[in-house]
């Protein structure tokens, strides 16, 4: 059976009528790759050039000095006079963050509070790639004689800068293969990750997304789609009569189950051909059902195909979304337009965006950023990586998080941000080496497919399907290896979305499983993850050699650089001396000191927070 649409290439309306027809005709599928599963609209999108040429303005402004007047005491007293915009406009700023701070900062007198390298470049890994760097990137990407622009570019060229942001997208469209066929988040994968390597515009994206099947699977009514997408891309819930208008658009859609070839039965989207005459002209008596008029007069009907629809069961005459040709799907895709041309549309997405890195409302101390920051996106086409790129290299940004503020302005001091349950994973996991499985947020539950639980109709194709997911199977005992899983679930990550998704919390319980994973990992005790203490200890100290002070800072140099990034503090180098001084019961060895160093190191709020 051909496929209704074809892979990375973008097919007209024949084509996909085509391919439409010849599916209709069966329900196997010769050539579904379970290595490609990816199926649906995000596939006819982002398949020629890039949405701009990639080189964002705004990466080498100097640090202006504050102008030489008395400094606003609280945030009712800024007032940026001409004199105030005089200054800012002869600063020659060109990253719209600063630019739209200026007047609330240094034109006012007020100064930003500078990080350093170390303490920057942990926070672009965190934000930007999903974890925490390792000495040698701290080394080479983030060189302190290589402009932080540059940096900023290497992260956001990563395949994790892209996975990170397919991840945030899989929180938010609650992915489910429960719920939804698994086909339609993978192919909403791709399209996240094609809009975030710079293939399709922001506001292309969001028509695609806002008729997804995807989403349309998970809401039951037309009133909940147009509201999901409505706050989605809007910010807020929609009114009464924003809703209900809305919703017209969304009456095609509907509910139903679809006979995959490979693994029995899928929930997913399918066409209701309402509001039509037989023979596709519209019904005067039910037009209005699916027209809004909020927006402009638009009617949304698609003509039925008998060829095409279900014949038989509770699906009878509706049509399997996978059967949609490329115009159709353009059509269905009109609420998604529709609410692109609100003003509200770009600035929700720059708001996210800010609440992404910066971790609270700036905007709403700053409404110039959001302004600039709009005016930013659009002047390169709507690529999203042109907002995070003005965002990582800004001066609010590049902020130190420590010491006393002086003001209440929360501008003018650093983000402090609690790193995601997979980042802080993914750290311990690259740093000390430890054999951990990995999460793959496109199939929460592979186990409905590999092992004893799996549905009865998974076959060697379904197997095929998990293995080559990032998911882990034991080979031998033919199951998903889930301890990555058990361990981030219970952290708030990896969610399996049943009915709610990720959370982040600071608990008793949460520390408590994060204390027990690390005192296996460093050691203390006779878990099946003990690290091998010579990755503990620095060139040239043995596991048995006699614990002094010189040896006692030398470990704990060594642990600090490779968990934290950063070299000992006069405070920690005292403390490394009073700990080989005071170990008992003495004499004490290197391992004696560097497991414990490893747990103390590991389980540090620095680890959790940035």
């Known amino acids: 059976m051909g496929r209704a649409w074809n892979r990375r290439t973008t097919s007209g309306a024949a084509l996909g009528m085509v391919a439409a027809l010849t599916a209709a005709g069966c329900n196997d599928v010769p050539g579904m790759d379970p290595g490609d599963p990816a199926r649906g609209p995000g596939q006819l999108v982002g398949n020629g050039d890039p949405v701009s040429d990639g080189n964002f303005a705004g990466g080498n402004d100097a640090m202006p000095s504050p102008r ?45 509070r500078p990080v350093d390298r170390a303490e920057a470049c942990r926070r672009i890994y965190a934000d930007f790639v999903g974890r925490f760097p390792t000495p040698t990137e701290i080394a080479e990407v983030c060189n302190p004689d290589r402009p932080w622009g540059e940096v900023v570019r290497a992260v956001l060229d990563t395949d994790e800068y892209v996975l990170v942001n397919q991840r945030r997208w899989a929180d938010k469209l609650l992915y489910n293969n429960r719920a939804v066929n698994f086909e339609r988040a993978f192919d909403m994968d791709e399209l996240v990750g094609k809009t975030y390597r710079g293939r399709v515009a922001w506001d292309q994206f969001a028509a695609v997304t806002s008729a997804h099947p995807v989403v349309m699977r998970r809401l039951d009514t037309a009133g909940d789609r147009a509201e999901f997408v409505f706050k989605l891309f809007l910010g807020r819930p929609p009114y009464e009569h924003e809703r209900s208008d809305l919703g017209r658009l969304y009456q095609l859609w509907t509910n139903g189950y679809w006979d995959h070839p490979h693994v029995g039965t899928v929930p997913d989207a399918f066409i209701d051909f309402r509001c039509v005459r037989p023979d596709g002209s519209p019904d005067p008596d039910t037009i209005g059902e699916c027209t ?84 930013y996106l659009l002047r390169y086409n709507g690529d999203v990586r042109a907002l995070h790129y003005a965002i990582g290299t800004s001066f609010a940004y590049l902020q130190s998080s420590e010491g006393a503020s002086a003001t209440d302005m929360r501008w003018t001091y650093g983000p402090l941000k609690q790193i995601q349950v997979e980042g802080w994973i993914d750290s311990i996991k690259r740093t000390t080496g430890v054999e951990l499985s990995q999460c793959d947020h496109r199939l929460p539950h592979p186990e409905d497919y590999v092992g004893e639980d799996a549905v009865e109709e998974a076959s060697g194709w379904a197997y095929a399907l998990v293995n080559h997911t990032r998911w882990d199977i034991d080979e031998d005992e033919r199951r998903v290896i889930g301890n990555y899983r058990n361990l981030a679930r219970t952290l708030g990550g990896c969610p399996s979305n049943e009915v709610g998704g990720r959370f982040t919390t600071v608990s008793v319980l949460n520390t408590a499983v994060q204390e027990a994973f690390v005192a296996e990992v460093c050691g203390l005790g006779d878990g099946e993850r003990r690290i091998d ?70 389980s540090a709020s620095e680890m959790l927070f940035y």
């Open 68 to 112: 030489d007047v008395d400094p606003p005491g609280d945030v009712a007293s800024l007032d940026c006079d001409a004199s105030c915009r005089a200054y800012c406009d002869g600063l020659g700023l060109e990253n719209p963050v600063n630019v739209g701070l200026c007047g609330s900062s240094w034109g006012v007198g007020l100064a930003l």
């Open 292 to 375: 809004s008029t909020q927006w402009g007069y638009q009617e949304l009907t698609l003509a039925p195909d008998r060829r095409r629809a279900e014949r038989s069961g509770e699906q009878e005459g509706t049509m399997w979304a996978g059967y949609l040709t490329a115009d159709e799907w353009e059509a269905l895709q009109a609420p998604g337009r529709i609410i692109a041309r609100e003003p509200a549309f770009w600035e929700t997405t720059v708001d996210d965006a800010i609440d992404q890195y910066f971790g609270y409302d700036l905007s709403a101390g700053v409404p110039e950023v959001r302004h600039e920051l709009v005016r």
């Open 533 to 602: 203490i010579e990755r503990l200890l620095p060139d040239g100290i043995t596991p048995r050699q006699a614990l002094d002070p010189d040896t006692a800072r030398a470990i704990l140099t060594h642990q600090q650089r490779m968990f934290l990034g950063r070299s000992l503090s006069d405070e920690e180098t005292a403390l490394a001396d009073d700990a080989a001084s005071s170990c008992t019961p003495a004499p004490c060895d290197a391992e004696t000191f560097a497991r414990p160093a490893c747990f103390a190191l590991l």
